[in-house]
């Protein structure tokens, strides 16, 4: 049997495939049903994810480590990148803004931090390897820095000229890839030791054969791509139908949708006292956003955008970012946990997901 | 003979017990005399908040572990808060913000910093039990996002509805009790294995008899209530008269008056070479106001003031709380400790109460 | 032979030497040539930099460890300090304030990050002393909140009287010299034990006579001002001339040119697996100008400058050196380092060196 289909078969999360065709249908017939349609397309976006990050991995397992790692590392998130693409051409820069920020906050407070109570009502104490918590944490912590700077300035003089925003943007994120990608020969060349519990834990599924799994890559990623753009349309219309900010839309809504699969994949971690996955996935995924898919947004909308994209955030989410990289290098510095630490991150984050519902929506 | 009676003969600091007769005597045939009000105040209410100490501590002997932890984990700083609920119901907001802020600066840098050069001194290098203090600093982290929020949002936007800010603080400090009460089931039941050498440290004085301990609880929650109206109200005058502005005394003369007894235990702690005690009490109570008093405030001013209180504060204090809890973390991350650590503790506090001292009034 | 000159000839920085004379000739020739002049006093800063340095050294060896530590620590940044005096009597704040931020940045960051790789490339993984680290880093932190200070409230509210700005800058660099004389009392008389390692591998060079040592101290130091007043006259038209803002010229170049004897001894140690030398240099040297040249020149500007100097910097100088300390902090946490460690600390310099290299200078 089709591994694909025995796939689809044994996961009931794979079910809700049958979504797919009906954002499309919807989308032809009823083009005015925002709300319909958002959830819709929430609710296809979620197994597809799920199908690309599986033939991504397939992929990487075939190709050996060091390309494995490679394809992994910058495959990863392509279910955002594609959503943060399809929101560029449209225009909608506030919204792949906060998209990014949502994705880094949501990967290092969200699903770290219910990662920790789901062990650790299991398990008394866990333990998992707090070297390669430490890289993706000082990754994590050099991107804010990026992203802080170009807010810190024009904070300080509102009239810098846009020019001066849009040249460091594009030089920060030439240093940003350049940083993830000696990051990667670190923890896959040079230093791979430092980091074996969490790279040998990764092999759980089985891998498809890799023509179905380069089959499965293209055309999902096709899939996405079409789906996003029904999302990107109807998000705003149905924010307002919800009552919901078009800030926490973008950094709670769409930061969640975007990443239902690698937590599915970190919370399954979690329960199997292997923490490390989970730390891993969390960590990694955000120092992914922040270090590879942010840069190659800004590099990207020279060509694709109306108009270039910067790397200047709204302040909030500047600090939110701050806080939320400062709470995973001090929470994971000792590379124990307990239930109650990932009670402390879900309440940081509640916290954010709190003042963003309840903002006016003007001030972003 | 009487326990209580027995106390007072032996702590030349119950002595000053002499005290609160004389404030009402003064206040009744000198309203004016707000300086010598101010101090009479301060004299009378360091003896009521050690005998408030030693009754809460007496409670909680009797009453098993898990229950006396939690007394005395919402009465412990019983003074504090019912010298700020006096300033609440006298509509006094800018002192009780600057006494939750100062209480916390305080307890963080001069409790603790204090504590470690008195020991130090006489012990070379003292070590301490760091899961406990990470506990207490992770709280205290949370606690500070929280305060930093509001006063962020509405930094970057002037014109935020006030009903923005109060709506928020609401559902704040009810997240904050909440991560209070967590805290306490995993540090007095969970986990409760991790704080043992702090927990076991504790009982250092012979506790009352419950009847004894239970109505001292009583009488002396209502002395102090009386003694802090005349203090609340002589302190604006007062400071006037010495100069200081209502900052530095809401910050840091409120802070001393009320963490008296505390840091009584915390020095003798330190001298004794059990430092658990001392950063037990420093960083706990801390947490403690941060996490009960400050949301109990928030919530009782819909009852008791004559607008509700929110939680948006001075950024200076922002800054300071948010300085402190970090200097707090980093500082306790070792578990070991000697003379200069708490002198670097003390000079960051000496920042924080000169530029109090000398800031001019009006900026506040 | 004269140890001096023997030195000289084994040593091909020192052959720089050339430059001094050439220096003082063009100066009176062509004193309008800044450009020339610039490029000329650099290279004659540099060597009379090692000259200082080695001469501070052998005046150390030769007064036994206490006094020697002392001297050391005082007279480590003399270079800096000289500069920064001269720039002070020509009245130019703006560059003494960019070179003492740019002193902390560049040798937390750059120095220390990349003494990392240095090191790193020939030896696997690198271990070092850290506690002494962490005193450094805790007295840099001190320094930074003293910084963090009058800028955080002036920003508040851009009234305060600068008489308050000043008075709390006297106090504040008082405070700062007693913070490091204790830092002192403690690494080098009462836990020197905890420092040993670091202490220990100072002796690298050969000490000169201390007559000898005396008179070059003496003879340098003034040469050094003398070359100085050429450096600090020529360095803003230089800077129009090559297209550098006057931010980028201060914070990054004078930094660089002040410390260079310091970065060579520092990168040395971590080539020969002596990084506990490396780590003690950087973060010593940055405390070093932190909590003594900068509130020296603050005492002392009161005496020679034409107005007196206080401690508000520009705001995001203060956010550099606050990310430059907390990157320090966190990164010798854990006494073990690898060459990826070091080019997280460089890439987050480049980012701060690209962002002040593209500002418009206006803004500073």
Redesign the interface.
Known sequence: MNPLLKDIRDNPLLWLLGFVPVVFVVARLEPEAQTLLFGLSVLAIVPLAALLSHATESVAAKTGDAVGGLLNATLGNLTELVIALTALHAGQYMLVKASIAGAIVTNTLFMLGASFPLGGLKY??QEYNRVSA??QA??L??AT??L???S??SE??AD??AA?TR??SV??AL?LV??YG??LL?SLR??RE?FASAEHDEGDETPWPIGLALATLAGITVLVALVSEVFVESVQKAAEAFGMTPAFVGFIVVALVGGAAEMASAFAGARKNRLDLSVGIALGSASQIALFVAPVLVLVSYFIGPTPMDLQFW??AV?MIL?ATL?A???T??GRS????G??LL??Y???A??LY???P??L
């Open positions: 008394h104490v430490r890289v000082g990754l912590f050099l820095v990026a802080l700077v170009p810190a300035v300080v003089d810098v000229a001066f040249k460091l030089a920060l240093l350049v940083a000696l990051g670190f040079t230093h430092l302040p909030g600090v806080i709470t290098s001090l929470v510095n000792s307990a239930w109650f630490v009670v402390l309440m940081v509640l916290i954010f709190m003042t309840l903002l006016p003007r001030v």
